[in-house]
């Protein structure tokens, strides 16, 4: 059985920075991309930044583009998402996905497993 599990979000003031982590288990980690979704209220997900089989392949968001930065550790089966220069409008729900492709994809449909989701709310 896949479990996704995100973990460091939280409540932070604007310009702050957090770090949520996502934990897995039940698949073969190193043959999976993964990638970091949001989803505000009254909105629909959207992609924040992905990295493929190789650490060295990773793509984000134009919107996040410079204030995140995607991670991770094989030997953990874990992928990071530091985050910095928070702002309000980055408050949402944020998913961990798991997708098949090697080299990562900004598209949630390409993606086969979810993590249940770590809020993070950043205050003005």
């Known amino acids: 059985q896949v479990q996704l599990v995100e973990s460091g979000g939280g409540l932070v003031q604007a310009g702050g920075s957090l770090r949520l982590s996502c934990a897995a288990s039940g698949l073969t980690f190193s043959s999976y991309c993964m990638g970091w979704f949001r989803q505000a209220p009254g909105k629909e997900r959207e992609f924040v930044a992905v990295i493929g089989w190789s650490a060295g392949n990773t793509y984000y968001a134009d919107s996040m583009k410079g204030r995140v930065t995607i991670s991770r550790d094989n030997a953990k089966s874990t992928v990071y998402l530091q985050m910095d220069s928070l702002k309000p409008e980055d408050t949402a729900v944020y998913f961990c996905?798991?997708?098949?492709?090697?080299?990562?994809?900004?598209?949630?449909?390409?993606?086969?497993?979810w993590g249940q989701g770590a809020q993070v709310t950043v205050s003005s």
């Open positions: 996905a798991a997708g098949p492709s090697p080299y990562g994809t900004t598209l949630p449909y390409h993606y086969d497993y």
